[in-house]
Structure formats: C-alpha cells, structure tokens
C-alpha cells in the first residue's frame, strides 16, 4: 500500500526538510514549484508557478493519475509554497496580486480539488497548510502577508467543519513553523527599517544562531502528521 505526499513548494527551505523527512518513512513524494531541486532523484517534481493559478486544477488532477485509490495507504496535501511578496507600507507594495495567488488562492484551489478527488477513498487523507504566526500577529510592513496567512488559517478552521461532518472526511491542520533559516529569512535581513520595522529582531535571531533548521522543521512536521490525537482544523506552532 503506497503513502503519498503531495507538496507545493518543495524545491527549498521548509519544503525540502519536509520532503527529506517523508522520503525517509517510505512516501511517494510529488513536489510543485518553479525550479527543481538537483538533489533529489526519487521523486517527481513539476515545475509550474503557483502564482498564476490557470491550470491549477488540472494539474492537480494530472498527478492522480498516478495513484489508484485501493492501493493508497495514507495521502497528505501539504499547502506549503509562500512569499513575502515585497515589504513595505501597503501603499508602497505593487505585487499584491501575485503574493495574494501564491499564498491563499492556490492553497485554497489545491484544497478544494484535493478534497473533490479522494471523496471515496477509503483512505487516512490529511491537509497541512504551512501558516505563520504573522497570521496572528501584525508586523509593520508586512500586510499582504499577515492577511494572506490570516486566511489560511480560517480556511484550515472551516473547512475541519465541513469534513468532520462527513464519513472519512479529510483531516486539515496549520501548522506554524517558527523562524527558520530560509531563504525567506535572507530576503527579511535584506530590507531596511524604513519598510520593515521589526529587522532588528531577525537580525539579532540570526546573528545569535536561534534559527530553526529545515531539516529538524521537517521531522516536526512529519511527526505532527502522524499524530492522531490532534484535532481537526487545528493550528499549531512546532515549537510547541
Ligand atoms: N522561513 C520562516 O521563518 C517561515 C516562518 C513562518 C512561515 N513560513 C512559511 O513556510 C513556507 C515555506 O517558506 P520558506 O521559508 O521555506 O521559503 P523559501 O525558502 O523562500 O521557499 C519557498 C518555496 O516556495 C516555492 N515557491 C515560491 N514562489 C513560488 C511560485 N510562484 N510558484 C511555485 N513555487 C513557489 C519555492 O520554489 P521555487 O523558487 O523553485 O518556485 C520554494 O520551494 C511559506 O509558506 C512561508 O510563509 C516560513
């Protein structure tokens, strides 16, 4: 019986931890983004940008062609592709459209086809969506953002509604990682304090090593997955 993962995002930072942790418990991996990432052979990886959101749908159905419902153990979605977009004053940004695709319109695009594809499959059926806890909390500067991780998390709440009121309904969890070394991370330190009030704080996490690793992030994330005790629609911060 195959364990398959299907992630966005794939090609760095939080997504290859997670993807190096789910390859080591035996899943079949299926990794969306732009570019490849060299290093990893045994997985299948589709280069499409997740900010255009045409097409979408059918991409998605494409890579279920591969899966025969019977002999699926365990499939997980993981929402995990996501930007910054610029930083700076909301009057000041220009990419709004394109932050706001990646971030929330294509989660909530592969959310609704995965949940339409696997509605009789017998199997566990798990979403993840990689949030923020800028969801919850407002930084100067990073608007798009905020709003953008805000909506995934009440995503996440409504449709855990919707699902547990069905027979083997998907279970759907955020999950926020903490601040990790990524090249998100770089892109912060590389702003200025005019368009980003709080770089100090992640100037200092960085010089003092106190970010999180992707590699470790990915097995927290693994282990979360496989923790049948949380609730549905939940959100949960690994450093917990
Ligand atoms: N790092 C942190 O401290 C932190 C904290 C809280 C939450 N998060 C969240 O964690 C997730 C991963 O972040 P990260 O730090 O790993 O960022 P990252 O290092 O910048 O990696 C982002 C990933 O998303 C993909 N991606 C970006 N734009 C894309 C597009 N238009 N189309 C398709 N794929 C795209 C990238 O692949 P390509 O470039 O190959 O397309 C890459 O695989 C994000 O949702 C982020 O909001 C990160």
């Not at 153990?73 to 977009?85: Q, R, V």
């Not at 566990?124 to 905020?146: L, R």
């Not at 330190?189 to 090593?209: C, G, P, Q, V, W």
Request: aromatic share 6%; with cysteine; hydrophobic share 40%.
């Amino acid at each position: 019986m195959a364990k398959i993962l299907i992630i966005s995002g794939g090609s760095k930072g939080i997504g290859e931890g997670i993807i190096e942790a789910y390859l080591s418990e035996g899943f079949q991996v299926y990794s969306i983004s732009r570019t490849k990432n060299e290093g990893f052979k045994a997985i299948t990886q589709i280069e499409f940008d997740l900010s255009k959101t045409d097409g979408l749908a059918a991409l998605l159905t494409g890579v279920f062609k591969n899966f025969k419902s019977t002999e699926v153990e365990k499939i997980t979605l993981i929402n995990n592709a996501g930007t910054l977009g610029q930083i700076g004053k909301i009057e000041d940004i220009s990419d709004i459209e394109k932050t706001v695709q990646l971030n929330t319109v294509t989660p909530l695009i592969l959310t609704s086809t995965f949940i339409s594809l696997t509605k009789n499959w017998a199997c566990e059926k798990k979403i993840i969506n990689i949030s923020s806890g800028a969801a919850q909390k407002p930084y100067h500067g990073w608007s798009i953002y905020c709003a953008t991780k805000a909506a995934i998390d009440m995503m996440t709440k409504t449709v855990a509604i919707e699902q547990s009121s069905i027979e083997n309904g998907v279970k759907i969890i955020a999950i926020y990682p903490g601040v990790v070394d990524t090249e998100m991370q770089a892109k912060i330190r590389k702003s200025d304090k005019e368009s980003f009030a709080n770089i100090d704080r992640f100037l200092e996490l960085k010089a003092t090593n106190s970010l999180a690793n992707a590699t470790t992030v990915g097995k927290h994330i693994f282990a979360i997955d496989q923790d049948k005790n949380i609730e549905n629609g939940a959100l949960i911060r690994v450093e917990e």
